[in-house]
């Protein structure tokens, strides 16, 4: 079953523009990581924040994170055509210890960026 | 570092028959997760090997199995193939021995068609 739902569940902007993508889970979380799948591929690790962090960046990409929400989302900034793919967030959620190798993932945003 | 492989990268099976898909992880890894991707029920978790011991298990009928060998390379196997096993399998890789906050590196993973 899934942790939790995204938002939007498509995202259709031009090049230059920033994407925001919501995601939110229902247990409590060791952490949450941002993954990336072009077309039916593997999936690509993009970020993980962890349950005591509120804001991580990594290039063009910021992560937010509220655990009192339940909730993060993903920005990405000055999108370029090579964004385009399915966006996944995922728990590991079993907090203070390990899930051992599970993570749960939202059913994903498909953002398409236009040049 | 050589990344994840799996193989085969496609397959095409009969309702009834079995299969098994094999999964390399990252040198010096020794934790393998497996995923089932489907449209309908987005990724789910399959079970999780750590030294050849598995740790945990989804929710997939005994059809499904699956081992891990001295050097961590890990099979799945599923029996029995039913139509709705058509999916792309995925596996992941990480070194766990870091403590729960850890990436996990996926492979390209295997597109099973079953007909």
């Known amino acids: 079953s899934q942790q939790g739902e995204e938002d939007p569940q498509a995202l259709s902007i031009q090049e230059g523009e920033n994407a925001t993508m919501n995601c939110s889970y229902k247990?409590?979380?060791?952490?949450l990581q941002w993954y990336r799948q072009n077309s039916g591929r593997g999936l690509v690790h993009l970020i993980l924040i962890r349950s005591n962090e509120r804001e991580k960046h990594s290039g063009r990409l910021r992560v937010t994170l509220d655990t009192s929400k339940k909730s993060s989302s993903l920005l990405i900034t000055a999108s370029r055509a090579a964004d385009t793919a399915s966006y996944f967030c995922?728990?590991?959620?079993?907090?203070?210890?390990?899930?051992?190798?599970?993570?749960?993932f939202g059913q994903g945003t498909i953002l398409t960026v236009h040049p | 570092k050589a990344g994840v492989t799996q193989t085969p990268r496609y397959l095409i099976k009969t309702r009834g028959q079995q299969v098994t898909l094999s999964c390399s992880p990252i040198s010096g890894h020794r934790s393998v997760s497996w995923y089932q991707q489907t449209p309908g029920q987005g990724l789910q978790f399959l079970f999780e090997?750590?030294?050849?011991?598995?740790?945990n298990k989804g929710n997939f009928p005994g059809r499904f199995s699956g081992r891990q060998f001295s050097n961590s390379r890990s099979e799945m196997n599923v029996s029995t193939l039913e139509l709705g096993d058509s999916a792309l399998y995925l596996c992941?890789?990480?070194?766990?021995?870091?403590?729960?906050?850890?990436?996990?590196?996926f492979g390209p993973g295997t597109r099973l068609t079953v007909t």
């Open positions: 090997y750590f030294s050849e011991t598995q740790r």
């Open positions: 995922a728990t590991d959620a079993r907090a203070g210890g390990t899930s051992y190798g599970k993570l749960t």
């Open positions: 247990t409590s979380i060791n952490n």
């Open positions: 992941a890789s990480s070194n766990l021995a870091g403590g729960p906050d850890t990436e996990q590196y």
